[in-house]
């Protein structure tokens, strides 16, 4: 157990549809950041939040939004889903100031679209 | 932007033999920091070992070491005594010590382990 949650693991919907995955990050760990995987491919940064606030973005569509909570959970919403957007996504956590210790992951959101 | 090069899609390796998995990158910044990820089966993401740009020592950690080459900008993985629990994609990533953006990940490594 590397401590940052995600749920659920798997998620099956349809083109069309909504649907929110959520991180919980390592106990201490201010800043979150989300990553697309999809089918062998690397990992592209979608966007970061530090303490509640949108730090950076990255590739993210228009579609997909996040959030980060004041007990800082944080969830990325993804609408209007095409069947591209399958992809594995990983929400990973860090300190925040210290740069040296890179990021804990999370075990990854599944998400397939049908 | 910084940019992470891994140029080795798939590699193979005996077990117990070593092994050594390239990556470059490319930056203007004088300070910043490596990693090794480690991607099994399971998919989940495993730190396997870090370098600072500042420090000239080579990381290493038990089987698995870097040669840090900054003026090159190079950050190879070598592992030794390779085992079947190594088999795995391995991503190289940078990450800036000045912005607060993202870590930059290579397209990663196909690592193979014939017993």
């Known amino acids: 157990d590397s401590g940052v949650t995600q749920t659920p693991k798997h998620l099956i919907t349809a083109t069309g549809q909504r649907v929110t995955l959520r991180c919980s990050p390592r106990?201490?760990?201010?800043?979150v950041y989300w990553y697309q995987q999809s089918l062998d491919q690397g990992l592209q940064f979608l966007i970061q939040y530090y303490n509640g606030e949108e730090r950076a973005k990255g590739n993210i569509l228009e579609r997909f939004s996040a959030q980060q909570f004041p007990d800082l959970h944080s969830e990325l919403n993804l609408s209007s889903l095409e069947l591209g957007d399958s992809a594995l996504y990983f929400c990973?956590?860090?300190?925040?100031?210290?740069?040296?210790?890179?990021?804990?992951f999370g075990s990854g959101t599944r998400l397939t679209v049908v | 932007a910084q940019t992470v090069t891994q140029s080795q899609p798939e590699m193979s390796v005996q077990e117990a033999e070593t092994v050594t998995l390239s990556c470059t990158y490319d930056t203007s910044e004088s300070d910043y920091y490596l990693f090794w990820y480690k991607q099994p089966p399971s998919r989940q993401m495993i730190l396997v070992i870090r370098q600072e740009a500042y420090k000239q020592q080579n990381a290493t950690e038990n089987r698995f070491s870097v040669n840090f080459q900054k003026a090159a900008k190079s950050f190879s993985l070598k592992i030794s005594d390779s085992q079947l629990g190594d088999a795995a994609m391995y991503f190289c990533a940078y990450r800036s010590e000045y912005n607060n953006n993202d870590m930059r990940f290579g397209a990663g490594t196909r690592l193979t382990v014939k017993p």
């Open positions: 106990s201490g760990d201010l800043s």
């Open positions: 990973a956590s860090s300190v925040g100031r210290n740069r040296n210790y890179g990021y804990t």
